[in-house]
């Protein structure tokens, strides 16, 4: 079984300035995804960034990028350039690439609320 | 315009009582997914269904069920051996094993 874990409950950053979210996660997959979802307050939520376990190059999707380190099981999400728009609840979730090991279910962190301060 | 529509975005239940919530998408997916979302406890999958009259269940699924007659909808009922049914619901569909979800606005159920 896979487990996420984000040790950040909650966070605050200034506009315009940069925050990281961390996330670790625990598996004997060889051959996963990594993805950080949005929940912002209106509570619809929206996929920010996806990460394939055999690139070893990180995702980048404008604003926000991710720091994957693999050996480490670590999938930390960095914001920059804050806006008052990211502030939201931000999940980490995993799901393992074979079809047999979960049937593509994602497993989720407990999230990290991010409140960006003007 | 495509998307995941769920109904009602707030329910209220007398204790005994089952409850249905709605789960539409036209984006014509296989996979759909229902997720029970409380305070500090993140996503928690309850049921999924990779295909039309498939389904298995999640990490929950104990006083819930579901059904998937059609492509596009994946209603979930709420039953009375739900010992703790407060809590917000979210519903997702995605391509089969794509990863990326498409959520509806959830639904909040509340049991008196």
Request: hydrophobic share 30%; glycine share 6%.
């Amino acid at each position: 079984a896979q487990t996420v874990t984000q040790s950040q409950p909650e966070m605050s950053v200034q506009e315009a300035e940069t925050v990281t979210l961390s996330c670790t996660y625990d598996t004997s997959e060889s051959n996963y995804y990594l993805f950080w979802y949005k929940q912002p307050p209106s509570r619809q939520m929206i996929l920010v960034i996806r990460q394939e376990a055999y690139k070893q190059q990180n995702a980048t999707e404008n604003r926000f990028s991710v720091n994957f380190q693999k050996a480490a099981k670590s999938f930390s999400l960095k914001i920059s350039d804050s806006q008052l728009g990211d502030t939201a609840m931000y999940f980490c979730a995993f799901m393992a690439a074979d079809s047999g090991a979960g049937s593509y279910q994602l497993t989720f962190g407990k999230g990290t609320k991010l409140s960006v301060i003007p | 315009d495509g998307g995941i529509t769920q109904s009602p975005k707030y329910l209220f239940r007398k204790e005994g009582q089952n409850v249905t919530l709605s789960c539409e998408q036209n984006l014509n997916h296989d996979a759909m997914y229902w997720y029970r979302q409380d305070p500090g406890q993140g996503l928690r999958l309850i049921y999924y269904s990779q295909i039309v009259n498939d389904f298995q269940k999640g990490d929950i699924a104990e006083g819930y069920s579901v059904s998937r007659e059609k492509k596009e909808s994946f209603p979930l009922t709420v039953t009375s051996a739900q010992k703790n049914p407060t809590a917000f619901y979210l519903c997702a569909s995605s391509i089969r094993g794509s990863g990326e979800l498409f959520f509806g606005e959830g639904s909040r159920l509340t049991v008196l």
